[in-house]
């Protein structure tokens, strides 16, 4: 292909993402007061209820509440719209491989996939309950906390977010290792220095600087840092099987011939 097909391609698959956002922003703008109970369910015995049970948060300007509506729909739509983003991101540098790097794109897709949203489930049900306990309880003898909308609800996007991505780790780490940018001895061997950096990673993708919160999300990166290393270990091993198959018969029809 021609520099000018490649740019072609590239604004034709750019496109495609920008009006899926656009129509899933909209479609999410409407049903943004159903989203952001859902949002809030795992922690609503934090928040104020009203008379049928439903989150009732504060919002102290004019515009706050249109401008949690555009946040929350734009967020969550580029949540919904991600499986579309990342295969029209995948499927653009796809004739660029070669046909052994091409049976890597699929199991990519679907593994980048699962993991994110993974991560987010994860965050949902098991991290946001202790961290808004960890907060309120921070007010406790002193203060009224007035859950102002915009505030909170940007917290738990941050949650999503930050977990969803960090546990997009173990497919980088698997990555590394098959093909051949950190060795997989170096990377066991580094373990400590490993383990500190995911503890650092972990204090930052949490924005309610709860210990609890921070140890639960550290505890999860660990996990998934060995299964990669296992997952990475188990590959090289059955590419040196295979190695060492295709080069048997070479070896036997040389010994043959002479």
Excluded at 142 to 171: C, H, N, R
Aim: aromatic share 12%; charged share 15%; net charge positive.
């Amino acid at each position: 292909m021609s520099l000018m097909e490649h740019l072609g391609e590239l604004r034709m698959r750019l496109v495609r993402i920008v009006v899926c956002l656009i129509v899933a922003t909209l479609v999410f703008y409407l049903g943004t007061d159903t989203v952001v109970q859902f949002l809030l369910a795992p922690v609503s015995q934090y928040m104020p209820l009203d008379e049928s049970g439903q989150v009732q948060l504060n919002v102290f300007g004019a515009f706050d509440a249109f401008s949690v509506r555009i946040t929350v729909a734009l967020w969550t739509a580029l949540v919904a719209t991600a499986p579309i983003t990342l295969w029209q991101i995948l499927a653009f540098f796809l004739p660029a491989l070669k046909p052994k790097e091409r049976k890597w794109f699929v199991p990519t897709f679907v593994a980048a996939l699962c993991l994110f949203i993974g991560g987010t489930i994860f965050c949902y049900c098991i991290i946001l309950d202790p961290a808004f306990q960890w907060l309120t309880d921070q007010a406790t003898g002193f203060a009224t906390i007035l859950p102002e909308a915009s505030q909170w609800v940007d917290i738990i996007i941050k949650f999503e977010l930050g977990f969803g991505i960090g546990f997009e780790m173990p497919l980088v780490v698997f990555y590394l290792v098959m093909f051949g940018v950190v060795p997989y001895k170096k990377l066991r061997a580094s373990w400590r220095g490993v383990y500190v950096g995911l503890l650092v990673f972990s204090a930052m993708v949490t924005p309610d600087a709860s210990p609890v919160t921070m140890g639960l999300m550290f505890a999860a990166m660990v996990v998934l840092y060995e299964v990669s290393l296992l997952a990475a270990r188990v590959g090289l091993r059955r590419r040196i099987k295979r190695q060492s198959s295709h080069q048997t018969p070479r070896r036997s029809s040389q010994a043959r011939a002479a």
